[in-house]
């Protein structure tokens, strides 16, 4: 038995016309897929499949946390998930993303959601993964800080900065001043 065999949904011998089915993804899950945004998390989803003559509808819900590195100072951090999605898949000749609806070649009659399932969650992620306020690593929040440009050291001359920043080849553009069509 495969890793993932518990994902697997046999359409072609879907006798009901809906199913519903629900998983509890863990650590063990989240490291058996070997997935780029996390590894780690707890998240229940619920799947529920409609078979409309021939072209099933699944409609995925998951929530739950997710443990991912923190953007500023690359500690572990837990990020709440919760997401509604849909996906459309239909039987035919050859496997085919056609944007909207997944062919899944009649011959092999299954899918595995256990991708669909960590493609959903690592999209429902904020963009921006930083800790609270004061959370984050002390010590990576102070190398950040001196090694900022905006860093206020102590041998720091704004206006030896300020020269050094200028590029003397730009320096004739300042000169130019844009005429104003009335």
Same mark, same amino acid.
């Given at each position: $038995?495969? +890793?993932?065999?518990?994902?697997?949904?046999?359409?072609?011998? &879907?006798? @009901?016309?809906?199913?519903? $089915?629900?998983?509890?993804? *863990?650590?063990?899950?989240?490291?058996?897929?070997?997935?780029?945004?996390? @590894?780690?998390?707890?998240? #229940?989803?619920? =799947?529920?499949?409609?078979?409309?003559?021939?072209?099933?509808?699944? &409609?995925?819900? =998951?929530?739950?946390?997710?443990?991912?590195?923190?953007? +500023?100072?690359?500690?572990? $951090?837990? =990020?709440?998930?919760?997401?509604?999605? %849909?996906?459309?898949?239909?039987?035919?000749?050859?496997?085919? *993303?056609?944007?909207?609806?997944?062919?899944?070649?009649?011959?092999?009659?299954?899918?595995?959601?256990? /991708?669909?399932?960590?493609?959903?969650?690592?999209?429902?992620?904020? %963009?921006? +993964?930083?800790?609270?306020?004061?959370?984050?690593?002390?010590? $990576?929040?102070?190398?950040?800080?001196?090694?900022?440009?905006?860093?206020?050291?102590?041998?720091?001359?704004?206006? =030896?900065?300020?020269?050094?920043? %200028?590029?003397? +080849? /730009?320096?004739?553009?300042?000169?130019? @001043?844009?005429?104003?069509? #009335?």
């Amino acid at each position: $038995m495969g +890793r993932f065999d518990k994902f697997r949904i046999d359409l072609k011998g &879907m006798k @009901q016309s809906s199913l519903q $089915m629900e998983y509890n993804l *863990d650590n063990g899950f989240f490291g058996d897929i070997d997935g780029q945004e996390f @590894q780690k998390g707890n998240v #229940n989803a619920v =799947v529920e499949v409609k078979n409309n003559r021939g072209v099933f509808d699944f &409609m995925f819900s =998951v929530s739950g946390t997710v443990v991912v590195p923190c953007d +500023r100072c690359l500690d572990e $951090m837990e =990020v709440d998930v919760e997401a509604q999605n %849909t996906l459309r898949v239909k039987l035919g000749e050859e496997y085919a *993303d056609e944007g909207d609806v997944v062919v899944i070649p009649e011959s092999e009659g299954d899918i595995n959601l256990a /991708w669909y399932l960590y493609e959903f969650i690592a999209l429902a992620l904020p %963009t921006k +993964r930083i800790h609270a306020p004061g959370k984050c690593n002390v010590d $990576m929040s102070n190398k950040l800080k001196r090694h900022s440009c905006n860093a206020a050291d102590d041998d720091f001359d704004a206006d =030896v900065h300020a020269e050094r920043e %200028t590029d003397p +080849r /730009w320096d004739g553009l300042k000169n130019i @001043q844009i005429e104003e069509d #009335n």
